[in-house]
Nanobody
Framework: QVQLVESGGGLVQAGDSLRLSCTAS????????MGWFRQAPGKEREFVAT????????NYADSVKGRFTISRDNAKNTVYLQMNSLKPEDTAVYYC????????????????WGQGTQVTVSS
């Protein structure tokens, strides 16, 4: 089974930037589609961004387009989420997830999940 560990969350002010990382176990990282999702207190988990196996095709939620960038380094078994111009509404626990082929916003299509990292943006 794939194990995913997120890092890089923290407390920042509106307008600041953060870079989240997610490192996976094993030597088959390059075979997975990777995604980022987030969940605010009392809210449903929602799609943020995904990247195909080589990172060449990406998808973003409308709420983060132009501000967030997903990328991956398969040699390091790591996927990143660069978050710029952060807003208070970005406050949530951010999770990375892996799919065996699906590339899109459907949460239930992602088989493996990390434990999450907290991002808090103050106004």
């Amino acid at each position: 089974q794939v194990q995913l560990v997120e890092s890089g969350g923290g407390l920042v002010q509106a307008g600041d930037s953060l870079r989240l990382s997610c490192t996976a176990s094993g030597r088959t990282f390059g075979t997975y589609v990777m995604g980022w999702f987030r969940q605010a207190p009392g809210k449903e988990r929602e799609f943020v961004a995904t990247a195909t196996r080589n990172g060449g095709n990406t998808n973003y939620a409308d709420s983060v387009k132009g501000r967030f960038t997903i990328s991956r380094d398969n040699a390091k078994n790591t996927v990143y989420l660069q978050m710029n111009s952060l807003k208070p509404e970005d406050t949530a626990v951010y999770y990375c997830a892996a799919s065996t082929g699906y590339n899109g916003p459907n949460i239930q299509s992602y088989r493996y999940w990390g434990q999450g990292t907290q991002v808090t943006v103050s106004s």
